[in-house]
T-cell receptor, first 114, second 116 residues
Framework: AAGVIQSPRHLIKEKRETATLKCYPI?????VYWYQQGPGQDPQFLIS???????DKGSIPDRFSAQQFSDYHSELNMSSLELGDSALYFC?????????????FGPGTRLTVT | AQKVTQAQTEISVVEKEDVTLDCVYE???????LFWYKQPPSGELVFLIR??????QNEISGRYSWNFQKSTSSFNFTITASQVVDSAVYFC?????????????FGQGTRLTINP
């Protein structure tokens, strides 16, 4: 079965650069979630989209923005990168606005800021 | 506010021992979902189980079993006859039911090491 696809899988950037992470949800899933997992920490919710509209927002820095496109894929844009942004970024998708209560996680994008 | 606590930061046992990972949660909602995820060294999050707040039946899946006790707000996970491949970080998570999307709130994770 198709799973959540994230690209790139690994990304190395320098401080103050910009990064764009992409997420392709499972076909027909209408909701996308973004989580950030710092080294040795638990995943923290950043933002979610349902039917291309932002549905919830967590502790996402103002330097980050995200959107969900008409084909339901989502992009997380990160500007003015800081060393502390180095983390594993997960995208998850679900069906029917999350009413199935099951989020399917992608493999993650490991971002390293040097 | 939602909160999930996994008091055990690290557990180390010898292969074939049974091990229980504790999870305690806080929520004001009467309807919610609880999850366990496994994160092996490769980094992906592997879904293990989902339980809704109205279903307090314990569940067993092979060597894995889960004990959900609403009275103590706990959702503990037991691995029977542990194996080296069970070594991973395990996360307990909570999701409240609401309109639209439901974010997951994770516990701090328990790093489980199974020694041969």
């Amino acid at each position: 079965a198709a799973g959540v696809i994230q690209s790139p899988r690994h990304l190395i950037k320098e401080k103050r650069e910009t990064a764009t992470l992409k997420c392709y949800p499972i076909p027909r899933h209408d909701t996308v979630y973004w989580y950030q997992q710092g080294p040795g920490q638990d995943p923290q919710f950043l933002i979610s989209f349902y039917e291309k509209m932002q549905s919830d927002k967590g502790s996402i820095p103002d330097r980050f923005s995200a959107q969900q496109f008409s084909d339901y894929h989502s992009e997380l844009n990160m500007s003015s990168l800081e060393l502390g942004d180095s983390a594993l970024y997960f995208c998850a998708s679900s069906l029917e606005g999350g009413s199935s209560y099951e989020q399917y996680f992608g493999p993650g994008t490991r971002l390293t800021v040097t | 506010a939602q909160k999930v606590t996994q008091a055990q930061t690290e557990i180390s046992v010898v292969e074939k021992e049974d091990v229980t990972l504790d999870c305690v949660y806080e929520t004001r909602d009467t309807t919610y979902y609880l999850f366990w995820y496994k994160q092996p060294p490769s980094g992906e999050l592997v879904f293990l189980i989902r339980r809704n707040s109205f279903d307090e039946q314990n569940e067993i899946s092979g060597r894995y079993s889960w004990n959900f006790q609403k009275s103590t707000s706990s959702f503990n996970f037991t691995i029977t006859a542990s194996q080296v491949v069970d070594s991973a970080v395990y996360f307990c998570a909570l999701s409240e039911v609401a309109q639209g999307a439901q974010k997951l709130v994770f516990g701090q994770g328990t790093r489980l090491t199974i020694n041969p």
